[in-house]
C-alpha cells in the first residue's frame, strides 16, 4: 500500500470495515480471479491492479497495520463529519443571511409604495380640496349675478318708462347742482310753464352713490305727467336751455 496511501483497502476488496479475517479471504479469492493478469493479457494497468490487491489483502490481514488502518479511516470520516457540519452550519447562516436580506429589501419596496401611496391620496385629496374651492367660487359668483341682475330689474321697475303717445316726460339732473329739484312740487313750478301737468303723479327718484354711499347722489330722475301732449313737446324741446330754465337738465 506504499505505492498509494490513497486506495482504502476495503473499498478495494468491495468489503466493509467490520468484516472477519474469512470474510477477507474469501473477498480476495473472489477479487483475485476477476483481475488477474493472465486473464487480462492486453491490460497493461493488469497487473498493477492485481499488485495493489495483494498489498489491501496482507495490510488486512496484519492485525497492527489493520487497526491503524481502522483509525486512520475512522479519523477521516470523522474530519468529513465535522466539515459536513461545518458546511451545513455554514450553509444554514448563509441562508440566514439571504432571508434577512430579502425581507429588508421587501420591507424597503413595501415602504416605498406605501410612501408613494400616501402620495397620492394627497395629491388626491389636495385636488379635490380645490376642485371644491372653484366650485363654491363659481357658485358665490353665480349668486352675486342673479343678485345684480334682479336689484336692476326691481330698479327698472321702480320708474315705468313713457311710451311713444305718452304725455309724461322723463327728467335727468345732477342733485348736486339742481338740489331744488329734489322736491316734487318745485319741479312741478319749474315745468309748469310749457302746459297744465298733474303735480300729484310726479315720481322722484334719487339713487344713492354707489361707490361712495356717504357722499351726495350723482343722477335724479322724475317722470312729470303732462295734461296734453303740446305741453309733453314744449317741455322735450326746451331741455338742457338756459333760456328755458332748464340748463343741466335732460
Known sequence: MADNEDINPYELLEIEPTVTEAEIKKAYRQKSLK????????????????????????????????????????????????????????????????K??????????????????????????????????????????????????????????????????DTTVRLKFSPVHHAELTKSENIAALLRRFGPLDAASIVLSIKPNKKNPSKPPKHATALVPFNKVDGAFAAVMGSGRKDHGLEGIE
Open 100 to 165: 434577512s436580506e430579502r425581507e429588508f429589501k421587501k420591507s424597503r419596496v413595501d415602504a416605498q409604495r406605501e410612501a408613494q401611496r400616501r402620495q397620492q391620496e394627497e395629491e388626491m385629496i389636495k385636488e379635490e380640496g380645490r376642485r371644491l374651492m372653484r366650485e363654491k367660487q363659481e357658485a358665490m359668483s353665480k349668486v352675486a349675478e342673479e343678485k345684480g341682475k334682479q336689484k336692476a330689474k326691481e330698479e327698472d321697475a321702480k320708474a315705468p318708462s313713457t311710451g311713444p303717445l
Open 35 to 98: 483481475v488477474h493478469p493472465d486473464r487480462h493479457p492486453n491490460n497493461p494497468q493488469a497487473a498493477q491492479k492485481f499488485h495493489e490487491l495483494n498489498t489491501a489483502y496482507e495490510l488486512l490481514l496484519d492485525p497492527t497495520r489493520r487497526t491503524a488502518l481502522d483509525t486512520k479511516l475512522n479519523a477521516q470520516q470523522a474530519k468529513k463529519l465535522r466539515f459536513a457540519a461545518y458546511d451545513n452550519k455554514r450553509k444554514a447562516m448563509m441562508e440566514e443571511l439571504e
